[in-house]
């Protein structure tokens, strides 16, 4: 490699992390907003999970509640992150191999979180209007969201593979961006 390949190659790093920059800065306010989202998320959860796991009797509900806020917490510590990396590298993260983990992550707690509150609903129709009928027990709630969870990690695997990069074109036509999206590879 001469010279000359060699900086036309740091003119292209330069330009796309210039164009990161330049969208970083348009899209600012939602990503304060995930942060913020992201802090009261980490730390509201924490609580939940200290009050619930050390302070409360052991009930369906509370496994509910317990669930819920682990993979909350788990979305807000790995998910939202990972789409803040996501928005401020706009033109140089498809490549990243965190691209795929994001995604996967990001499906996975939504799948499960939804699940469960899905579960939740079945569970409060069942004590509301069958009150004397058979009732899920804490334990049969903790295999419920276990099977939840199985269940969100099978169905988010497939977006390891169905995103990465995504080219993008820029202003110069030889120089490509690469975004977190579905893979045109």
Same mark, same amino acid.
């Given at each position: 490699?001469?010279?000359?390949?060699?900086?036309?190659?740091?003119?292209?790093?330069?330009?796309?992390?210039?164009? #990161? %920059?330049?969208? *970083?800065?348009?899209?600012?306010?939602?990503? +304060? !907003?995930? /942060?913020?989202?992201?802090?009261?998320? $980490?730390?509201?959860?924490?609580?939940?999970?200290?009050?619930?796991?050390?302070?409360?009797?052991?009930?369906?509900?509370?496994?509910?509640?317990?669930?819920?806020?682990?993979?909350?917490?788990?979305?807000?510590?790995?998910?939202?992150?990972?789409?803040?990396?996501?928005?401020?590298?706009?033109?140089?993260?498809?490549?990243?191999?965190?691209?795929?983990?994001?995604?996967?992550? #990001? %499906?996975?707690? *939504?799948?499960?979180?939804?699940?469960?509150? +899905? !579960?939740? /609903?079945?569970?409060?129709?069942?004590? $509301?209007?069958?009150?004397?009928?058979?009732?899920?027990?804490?334990?049969?709630?903790?295999?419920?969201?276990?099977?939840?969870?199985?269940?969100?990690?099978?169905?988010?695997?497939?977006?390891?593979?169905?995103?990465?990069?995504?080219?993008?074109?820029?202003?110069?036509?030889?120089?490509?961006?690469?975004?977190?999206?579905?893979?045109?590879?």
């Amino acid at each position: 490699m001469n010279l000359s390949n060699t900086s036309h190659y740091m003119d292209s790093d330069e330009y796309l992390h210039e164009l #990161n %920059l330049t969208f *970083t800065a348009l899209i600012l306010p939602a990503i +304060i !907003v995930l /942060a913020v989202f992201m802090v009261i998320g $980490i730390i509201g959860n924490g609580l939940v999970l200290y009050v619930y796991c050390r302070r409360m009797k052991t009930g369906t509900i509370t496994r509910y509640i317990q669930g819920l806020a682990i993979f909350d917490l788990l979305s807000c510590s790995l998910a939202i992150p990972g789409e803040i990396i996501d928005m401020t590298n706009n033109y140089t993260f498809g490549s990243n191999p965190l691209c795929q983990i994001v995604r996967t992550v #990001n %499906l996975f707690c *939504t799948m499960v979180s939804g699940s469960i509150l +899905i !579960v939740v /609903a079945i569970d409060r129709y069942k004590r $509301i209007c069958y009150p004397l009928g058979k009732q899920i027990s804490p334990k049969s709630a903790l295999y419920i969201m276990t099977v939840c969870s199985a269940l969100a990690i099978v169905l988010a695997l497939p977006t390891a593979v169905i995103f990465g990069a995504m080219t993008v074109p820029t202003n110069i036509s030889y120089i490509k961006g690469s975004d977190c999206s579905v893979s045109d590879k």
